[in-house]
């Protein structure tokens, strides 16, 4: 009994080993797809660019400001909100769910952009 | 334009040649450099002048003008990018302006956006140039640069004590009453500026009871007239107040956001934009964005809180000479009993 258990716990020791490897390159190559998937926003002359933009779920986008003027993103429906955002300074923001998220700068509301999650 | 009109324009400009004042004189008073506006209450009807040029000559308490005061606008205090990299020192060239006046201004108004991202700091540098200014009472509005991190809070804490809601009030000077609106808290998307429900009914319980006669100065950081949309240069209910002030005969509109000189003048109602003591910005539409415009460093004096001249005189029949956008061409739009007159992009 003692020797089975030994040769089964022997056989079950690379097989989770390789199951491990398995799990860790599977999540590797997600975050290499989110990575890949994450989006960034150019805030230049008062607009979003792009003002659209289309992110899978669990992406990250960030907003950076180009401009010499402060501005904030500041989701429509009250899901996210930046803290006013000088030159260079960004805000990042991951989203969890699938849907259309419009948002606009506080400061400058005709300045208005969308992510969309799929 | 019908003949006739065209003359009784022409007899209109040539009053104001009596005056002293002619529209040669005007344009070329737009493009001389002073830092902000003085306004003069004669007979009951603001008139504006460039800050050292004339005034306590012409259009000083010398020559009927029951009080003066003075606008200033966007100070941006905190703002160090190359169109203005010290601002704190153009502020103070203003103030000292105010302070070599040969009349002393009865009060200050400051039309906003007193800092560049409503930092303590910034508020406290403002107020300490402020404090170096020989006329105490300075009446303000926020600008949208002073409601960036806490809705308004330190505002109101700083410069609106005993007003209502995000900062409006009113008061009476003189005869005159003025009335201090916000029209930067709680933009909407997509929108322009906004004074929202509370605030208009408010500004018209306000009017209520005051004689049609009572002059009335209306100031408030973003435009409450439609000077461009695209870069949100307006007010989405302005309408609505005008429509509160449309039985009075004298209506004066002072505002400050866009940092150059315009004007337009609608039935009764004069509208008058301010330059900014920070930066200059570009003209509508002549710009990817309103972003702040670098002029030559010799040039930005001159492009800061450069002074328009409204001359506005009581009880004549005066062309009413508009300005459309864009266009640095007149046309007349008809004549009002009173104010008058002369709206022009700067440049």
Known sequence: MTRRNVWVTGLAMPVMIALLMMAGSTSVAAADQAAAANAEVKIDNFSFGPQTVTVPVGATVTWINNDDIPHTVVSTDGLFKSKVRDTDETFSYTFTKAGTYPYFCSVHPKMTGKVVVQ | MPDKKQALIDQQLQDLNNDGVDRRGFLKCMAWAGTGLVWTMSGGIPVSRAFAKGYGQ???????????????SDSHIGFNKPANPDVTATLQTAINKINAMPHKPDFIIHTGDLSQLSKPSEFDTLDQALKGASTKQ?????????????????????YGKGTKGSGWYSFDHKGVHFVGLVNV??????????????????????????????????????????????????????EQALSYVKRFGSVTVLNGHIHQVMQKVEGKVSFHTAMSTAFPQPEPGKAPSAGPMKVPADRLQRVLGITDVNYLVSGRSLAVVDSPLGDSGSSASGTAPAPAVVGSTLG
């Open chain 2, 185 to 238: 808290a709680n933009l909407k998307a997509g929108g322009m500026g906004s004074l929202g429900h509370e605030q208009l009914e408010w500004f018209e319980a306000d009017l209520k009871g005051r004689s049609a006669s009572t002059p009335i100065v209306l100031f408030a950081h973003i435009p409450l007239w439609t000077i461009y949309p695209d870069w949100g240069w307006g007010t989405d209910d302005s």
């Open chain 2, 58 to 72: 012409d259009a000083g308490k010398g020559k009927g003008a029951d009080f003066s005061f003075v606008q200033i």
């Open chain 2, 138 to 158: 300075i009446y303000f509005v926020p600008g949208e640069h002073d409601m960036l991190s806490d809705n308004g809070e330190q505002y109101l804490e700083r």
